[in-house]
């Protein structure tokens, strides 16, 4: 099946390209940002050699459609989207932090709390805890925003402010953004019969100084979902929970011995396994969304991105 893992477009007054892990960014006259949003599937921080057909488009309908429903209580941004794979936004300065926010006790911070770890990010996580248990309220965890190819590293509010990331009278901005965004994920999340478990929000300042919401938004790469059904009988009885996020592909990973270190080789992934990556992205995206998703026409991506991003720049 084809994806896009790459482009090359020469857009006018296009001025530089920036390539993330997933996404890839063109500046268009300091002005605008064209994000393409490509098949690329990361995981642990490290691209996978493989893209998974329809995942991009599945991120950038999902992050465009949350951009709607939130815009009413944080600005961000978005200017449009004329392709499937495509979202064009105002240029922005990000914040070089990733505000993280956990409800659940679930991935990362499962993971070092079942190291006995009950710090993290400066954030003090109860005992007694099970895996999956919900805590007794969300907790914001942030992580710095990794250069492209590095790490992004746990860093608690007072070193943000002490290093001078991040001002203290913006961070209050970040953090009272990062829970109004969590509260309207939790409440349409619960009416699809979902369970926000967590989630990550980027930020940046706009030309005239206001602070906005960038990048992705309640997507399967940024945010972890449970089905609430079944919730809670299945940590009474102390099993795995059903879950729509990227989360399936780290554990994969890790039972095949990989989680990014040094000397880990990535394993290979199966055509099969990799339609089976595609059919949990779009399972995600009609659970989240409510809606059947329409497979774009893939028989040649990049041609039909580059033909909508010209039709829209000429307009």
């Known amino acids: 099946m084809n994806t896009i893992t790459t482009t090359d477009f020469k857009f006018p007054d296009q001025k530089s390209v920036y390539r993330g892990k997933v996404r890839e960014v063109y500046n268009i006259n300091d002005e605008l940002l064209i994000m393409v949003a490509t098949d690329r599937l990361s995981a642990f921080d490290v691209v996978m050699p493989k893209g998974i057909p ?3 488009q ?4 999902i992050a465009t459609k949350f951009m709607h429903l939130t815009q009413d209580i944080v600005p961000n941004w978005l200017v449009a989207t004329p392709d499937p794979n495509v ?3 105002h240029l922005c300065e990000p914040f070089k932090v990733e505000m993280v926010i956990r409800g659940y006790l679930s991935g990362h911070a499962a993971r070092e709390y079942a ?3 009950r710090i993290i990010c400066g954030v003090v996580m109860p005992d007694g805890l099970k895996e999956n248990d919900q ?16 790490h992004d590293e746990d860093i608690s509010r007072e070193a943000i402010l002490a290093n001078g990331l991040v001002s203290e009278s913006d961070y209050l901005v970040l953090e009272k953004y990062t829970r109004a965004l969590y509260q309207r994920g939790t409440e349409i999340a619960e009416s699809r019969g979902l369970i926000l478990v967590d989630t990550k929000y980027e ?7 206001k602070i906005v919401l960038i ?4 997507t399967p790469d940024s945010s972890r979902y449970f089905y609430a059904d079944g919730y809670q009988e299945r940590q009474d009885k102390g099993e795995e929970q059903k879950q729509l996020s990227k989360e399936f592909v780290r554990r994969w990973l890790i039972e095949n011995d990989f989680q990014g270190k040094e000397g880990q080789q990535i394993p290979y992934m199966t055509e099969s396994y990799i339609e089976t990556v ?3 992205y779009i399972e995600l995206y009609e659970n989240i969304i409510g809606e059947k998703f329409v497979k774009a026409d893939n028989t040649n991506i990049n041609e039909r991105i580059e033909k909508n991003v010209l039709d829209f720049l000429k307009s």
């Open 278 to 280: 595609s059919e949990r």
């Open 215 to 218: 990048d992705e938004i309640h």
């Open 135 to 150: 805590f007794p309220v969300p907790i914001i965890t942030p992580t710095t925003k990794a250069d492209n190819g590095s």
């Open 203 to 209: 930020f940046g300042r706009t030309k005239d100084g």
């Open 115 to 117: 190291h006995g770890k």
């Open 54 to 56: 329809y995942k991009g």
């Open 58 to 61: 599945i991120l950038n309908q």
């Open 87 to 89: 979202a064009i936004g």
